[in-house]
């Protein structure tokens, strides 16, 4: 009984560990790469990044642009984030691995006897451990069995998580509601795989449990939605998908965007950038680069598809492009691109220099240029913006400055 209480609690422990050591070594050690961006502002890019996303109030408007960054920034970021739901994900995984270990020893304990009890050559020396002894040893869980479905749909979803944590721990992206998506997958996984495994062949049962546990969230509803459009004989409305016409922007970097709310290019400019690239954990330049293409679409729409063709998909190429027209003495390779984006166009060379022109002249289309013209640099004094994100965020705190390059946590 001793060798299977440890083979119980040596499966827990691995069951669990699996899950939280890549959110603790994200915690340890990749966090800093989280902050990167943040020194990317200069005092101009940080006037309007403020004025566009965050209005000031009363409990901020005694504040300096750079305090109201901080204090805006602590309650996008921090390790306090994660706390609750990887503690809320600790149990719910230990919870349901449990069950599956308990219900595994149970079901292959009975088994086991009752095969050799079938050799009559062991029969006299068989043994067989009473009720009460199987229930100490998966002590504290219920004298349960699972069924093979809902065992399916266990695994299937602990699949599921462990990929999301281990890929968000090798990509450095890793966010708090990926927690909290993978702990509701650890509990809807049941529920979801016995109502719908129940309408295919019984024998394909847990099959289907098991993949209803392992699939991505956008693949469950997209099949979910097919699901109940052919039940009820509703027409399937298939939109089309703007976001893919962003260079760079697949399906599923689509998807994801779609996960935040945004469907449309146009939202892309008028998000914040940094909260983009923090919930979504997609990287901060290339959320730069979807919104530069968003802010160009904003002012030449479907035309900007075609611009990306000679160099001038976004605002930021548009921009430095006004730069050199504007130069003295002129720049006949920046007056050939005009004269080619007007073909292009089908346009008139002085209507396409117009809304170059207006598109150049947004403030936002300036802040994008500064932002990612010195990667990893400030020209705030040539400073670090160390950003205390352990902090809590009921009230503000000042900035510190350190010189370098490199965010520390202060």
């Known amino acids: 009984m001793l060798q299977l209480r440890c083979l119980f609690w040596i499966s827990e422990i691995i069951v669990v560990m699996l899950v939280i050591i890549p959110i603790a070594r994200f915690l340890l050690y990749q966090w800093s790469l989280r902050e990167l961006f943040v020194n990317r502002f200069s005092q101009g890019s940080l006037d309007v990044y403020l004025a566009r996303f965050y209005a000031r109030t009363e409990a901020t408007k005694e504040l300096s642009d750079i305090q109201l960054f901080e204090w805006?920034?602590?309650?996008?970021?921090?390790?306090?984030?994660?706390?609750?739901p990887t503690a809320m994900l600790m149990v719910i995984v230990a919870l349901l691995g449990g069950l599956v270990i308990m219900t595994a020893i149970r079901a292959?304990?009975?088994?086991?006897v009752d095969f050799y009890a079938k050799n009559a050559a062991v029969t006299t020396s068989l043994s067989h451990l009473s009720l009460g002894d199987l229930d100490d040893v998966v002590f504290p869980f219920p004298d349960i069995l699972l069924s093979a479905q809902a065992l399916a749909a266990i695994?299937?979803?602990?699949?599921?998580?462990?990929?999301?944590v281990i890929q968000g721990f090798r990509?450095?992206?890793?966010?708090?509601?990926?927690?909290?998506?993978?702990?509701f997958r650890m509990v809807i996984a049941v529920p979801m795989a016995v109502s719908l495994s129940g309408l295919a062949n019984s024998s394909l049962g847990p099959f289907i449990a098991f993949a209803l546990g392992a699939f991505p969230i956008e693949a469950l509803s997209r099949l979910l939605r097919r699901l109940m459009t052919k039940t009820l004989?509703?027409?399937?409305?298939?939109?089309?998908?703007?976001?893919?016409?962003?260079?760079?922007?697949?399906?599923?970097?689509?998807?994801?965007?779609a996960?935040?709310?945004?469907g449309a290019i146009q939202q892309l400019a008028s998000v914040d950038p940094v909260a983009l690239s923090v919930r979504t954990g997609l990287p901060f330049d290339f959320i730069l680069d979807l919104v530069?293409?968003?802010?160009?679409?904003?002012?030449?729409?479907?035309?900007?598809?075609?611009?990306?063709?000679?160099?001038?998909?976004?605002?930021?190429?548009?921009?430095?492009?006004?730069?050199?027209?504007?130069?003295?003495?002129?720049?006949?390779?920046?007056?050939?691109?005009?004269?080619?984006?007007?073909?292009l166009l089908q346009l008139d060379e002085t209507v396409v220099k117009t809304m170059f022109n207006e598109l150049a002249a947004d403030p936002y289309t300036g802040f994008l240029v500064g932002v990612a013209a010195a990667p990893g640099r400030s020209s705030c004094a040539s400073?670090?913006?160390?950003?205390?994100?352990?902090?809590?965020?009921?009230?503000?705190?000042?900035?510190?400055?350190?010189?370098?390059?490199?965010?520390?946590e202060a």
């Not at 805006?72 to 609750?84: C, K, W």
């Open 108 to 112: 292959g304990y009975e088994n086991y």
């Open 292 to 343: 530069a293409q968003a802010q160009a679409w904003h002012y030449l729409g479907a035309a900007t598809e075609a611009l990306g063709k000679l160099g001038l998909g976004g605002a930021m190429p548009i921009r430095r492009l006004v730069d050199r027209l504007a130069r003295k003495p002129s720049d006949e390779e920046a007056k050939a691109v005009l004269t080619a984006s007007a073909k």
């Open 155 to 164: 695994a299937g979803a602990y699949l599921y998580v462990v990929g999301v």
């Open 383 to 408: 400073s670090t913006l160390t950003v205390d994100t352990e902090a809590g965020v009921a009230e503000p705190a000042v900035l510190s400055m350190s010189s370098g390059h490199n965010l520390r």
């Open 171 to 183: 990509n450095k992206t890793l966010t708090s509601s990926d927690i909290l998506w993978c702990s």
């Open 233 to 257: 004989g509703e027409a399937d409305e298939q939109n089309s998908d703007q976001l893919v016409h962003l260079a760079g922007a697949s399906p599923q970097i689509s998807a994801v965007l």
């Open 72 to 84: 805006s920034y602590r309650r996008l970021v921090g390790r306090h984030l994660y706390y609750t």
């Open 259 to 262: 996960g935040e709310g945004i």
